[in-house]
Structures are given as C-alpha cells and as structure tokens.
C-alpha cells in the first residue's frame, strides 16, 4: 500500500510550483477511473484524466480569499496505479487506501469513474471513523436500488451501497428515483437517516429552508462528500455525464451550498463521479476542476 502512496510531483492536480508532495500536503487526490456497469454513455474512466489535465488551466489567485489558497494547504496527487481487475476487489482496493489516507491525517479527493466507487469510498471512511460519519450527495439520481440490472454493485447502487456504513445522509438535487427505490427512501427517512432534496426543492424554493436542515441534520458527526456531476443542470453539464438529467443546480447555488457546508461542517474527505469527457468539449472538465479548487480553498483556506 505505502508504494502505492508515491506523489507526480508538480505535474498532478493544479499543476502546482509548489507544496505538492505527499508528505506535507494535507490534501491528496487519487484517480480513480473504475467503470464497470455504466449502463447510458461510456466513457467514465477518463473522468481522472480530464479533470487533472484541466485543472492545469485553473488560476491558482482565488478572489474570494485574495491570494493562491493551495499554498496554506498544499494538494499531493496520486501517481495512477493499476486498478483490480473484478469490480469487487476494485472496491475493496478503494476501501483500503481511503482508509489509510485518513488514519495518515489526509484529505482524500478521490476523481472517479462511475460512481459506484462509493461502495469502496465509503466503507474506507468507516474503517477510520468507526464512530460514525454522515454524507452529503449531489447528484441527479438518488441511486438506492438495491441492484440495477442484476448487479447490486452498479452504479445505480451506489448510495444503496453505502447505507450500511453511515449514520445519516443528505441528498441535494435530486430529479430521479425509481419503484425500486421508493421503498429504501420511505425506510431510511422514518428512521431519521435520510433526508432528500429535490433540484425543484432547491431550485425553485419548494423547501426554502433546505440548507439551515441540511447543516442540522449533518452537524452531529464527520461528513463525507459524494458529488455527483450530474448533479449539475444539463445547461452546464451537457453530455459530459452518462446520465444527463434537466433541471439540475446552477454553479453559484453549488457554491453557496458548498460555502455553508465548509463552515458548518467538518467535511473529512470527498469524491467527484461521474465525468465523462467530450472531444473538443472542454468546458465541463474544466468547471469541474475549478470546483474542486474552489471547494478546496473553501474547506481549508483562511
């Protein structure tokens, strides 16, 4: 494992001069491109790539904060490393350096792929908190099947997966659920587990309170981030996701949302799935980079 924890240096996210090594950087992120049950548009593998090669075009002077953040922090990446070959032993490959990144004192941004990583992510956080964590997810979909297609490991599972490992979790955007999951929402609300916003919710102020419960109803514990890209409107996702969903969040309704979420509550970790790469249509990859920059700069600048 510790071979595995070997840094590119300033060639890796951010393409950063400067405070970029593993051992001093409090942030590292890791490319994971698994894909293995996309089931729309294929492509997710790639997402890692993309977004590193993009944020090499991020400015590094952030506005907000009047200066270059990623100096008070530093952000190691990863050297790419070959993934297990079954999707299970990929997640459990996950599970394993999630883990180790955390007891390390590390903030893992892990770059997927599909986002079925969760079910390796996930119980990777729950190995290094065993006193429980709660999660916040941005996405279109709620992904609670039990299994889609057969495959309980599917990326329509994703949050299904990780129910086991968590104490409660907050849904924000969400535009699509199916029968199948209708039955875990129902179970996981009553239980005061769950809590789902809707992109209508948020949108257009069905629930205007939305935020001030998202930030009670997480504060209690830890939170992971799972963020979906599709979470995104299709006005500024486009195709860029295997599963476009319309009426998704804008950009500075995200920030807002990411914005209270830094300050409120102590986010340990975080994820970013569901990318998939255009040709020629570089602006998603680009914005998700910047997000991530800029959530960074949020969670850990001063």
Known sequence: ??????????????????????????????????????????????????????????????????????????????????????????????????????????????????????????????????????????????????????????????????????HRIVQLGIRNTSTAEAPVIRKATAQKRLKLFTGEDIMHGKKPTFLKETLAFLKDKPVYLTFDVDAFDTSLIGSSTGTPEPGGLGWYETLDILCAATKHLNIIGAEFVELLPKQGQHAPDFMVAKLIYWFLNLRFAH
Not at 66 to 93: C, D, I, M, N, R
Request: charged share 20%.
């Open 1 to 166: 494992m510790a071979t595995r924890f070997t840094d590119t240096g300033s060639r890796g996210f951010l393409n950063l001069p400067d405070h970029n090594d593993y051992r001093t950087s409090k942030v590292v992120v890791v490319p994971f491109g698994l894909e293995k049950s996309v089931t729309f548009a294929r492509g997710t593998a790639k997402g890692p790539d993309a977004i590193i090669a993009a944020s090499h075009e991020v400015e590094l002077y952030d506005m907000l904060f009047k200066s270059e953040p990623y100096a008070q922090y530093g952000v190691a990446t990863l050297k790419k490393f070959p993934l297990a070959k079954s999707h299970k032993a990929a997640l459990a490959q996950l599970r394993d350096m999630t883990a180790a990144l955390l007891k390390d004192k590390k903030f893992p941004v892990i770059l997927g792929g599909e986002h079925s990583i969760s079910g390796g992510s996930v119980p990777g956080v729950a190995k290094a908190f065993p006193k429980g964590f709660n999660v916040l997810h941005f996405d279109a979909h709620s992904d609670l099947r039990p299994e889609f297609e057969g495959n309980p490991l599917s990326h329509a599972s994703a949050l299904h997966l990780s129910l086991p490992y968590l």
